[in-house]
């Protein structure tokens, strides 16, 4: 991610609030052994934001891992707030943003942020408008050193364009899977341009992917569909980057190993039918 280096498999912190992504988790301590546990595996790229919780992984990241590893990038984002019924309202005005900047720096114990995204569109996905107010703000605030690198999420083709053409990104993170593929195109002109695509709900999010060639093919290789479904996502392109989430030790270490399969150009036929 620009002249950040990370591992192509990495941690995203968002379940580690409690139901709902709002609140502590139940078990405190299970949470910090899980980030801790990323860390001792190797992986350099966690994903976070201070709306979840909120407050709540930003500070279990920092009570895990703070002094940080050299070699650590904590990603997070902004443009959204929470509420009292757990919604995630825009907050995309310039000082909710600023301030949202700000709460990130406080809560992860930091002095500038590695990346910042910005959050668009709203709970059902991208929605078209432009982002040039908010994405100057945040420009504005990388001139300062509080930000390293931007770059946008939940975000139109149309929006990465116009951000493009305001700064450098160095990610687009969108909802993308073997069932969801609407952004086919997209990761294909990132990947020439050397920018790196990181999907969210890589495994369905909250209704996890179920599919009967899915399962034909984990059944072939003796692995999980949620394992398939991680390594097809490696070879699907060179600038996919995972952050799949878990509160579980052994979930997250499943998955590390499921995502090393290799997979033939028979299993990749097969599974690429899914999303088409």
């Known amino acids: 991610m620009g002249d950040l280096t990370v591992t192509r498999f990495g941690y995203g912190a968002m379940q580690l609030a409690g ?11 299970g949470a910090l052994a899980v980030l801790r546990a990323a860390v001792e595996l190797g992986i350099t790229h966690i994903d976070t934001a201070d709306a979840y919780g909120p407050r709540i992984t930003n500070q279990l990241i920092r009570e895990a891992l703070h002094p940080y590893p050299d070699t650590l990038r904590i990603v997070t984002k902004v443009g959204a707030t929470r509420d009292a019924q757990g919604g995630w309202p825009p907050a995309r005005e310039p000082e909710a943003l600023r301030r949202a900047v700000h709460d990130n720096l406080e809560t992860l114990g930091l002095d500038a942020l590695d990346v910042v995204n910005l959050r668009l569109g709203n709970a059902q996905g991208p929605q078209p408008g432009s982002l040039a107010e908010a994405f100057g703000t945040l420009v504005d605030l990388q001139h300062d050193g509080l930000i390293r690198h931007l770059g946008v999420s939940n975000a139109t083709a149309e929006q990465v364009a116009e951000a493009r053409g305001i700064a450098p990104i160095v990610c687009v993170q969108n909802m993308y899977n073997l069932a969801y593929r609407g ?91 899914i999303g088409r």
């Open 19 to 29: 139901p709902g992504v709002m609140g502590p988790p139940a078990d405190r301590d």
């Open 183 to 273: 952004d086919d195109g997209l990761i294909a002109s990132l990947a020439e341009a050397g920018i790196a695509y990181v999907p969210f709900f890589p495994l369905g999010g909250f209704s996890p992917l179920q599919s009967e060639a899915l399962s034909a093919v984990a059944s072939r290789l003796a692995s999980t569909p949620m394992s398939v479904a991680l390594a097809w996502l490696l070879r699907r392109s060179p600038n996919i980057l995972l952050i799949a989430g878990t509160s579980s030790v052994a979930h997250l270490r499943e998955n590390l190993v499921g995502a090393g399969l290799a997979l033939s150009d028979e299993d990749l036929a097969e599974l690429d039918k």
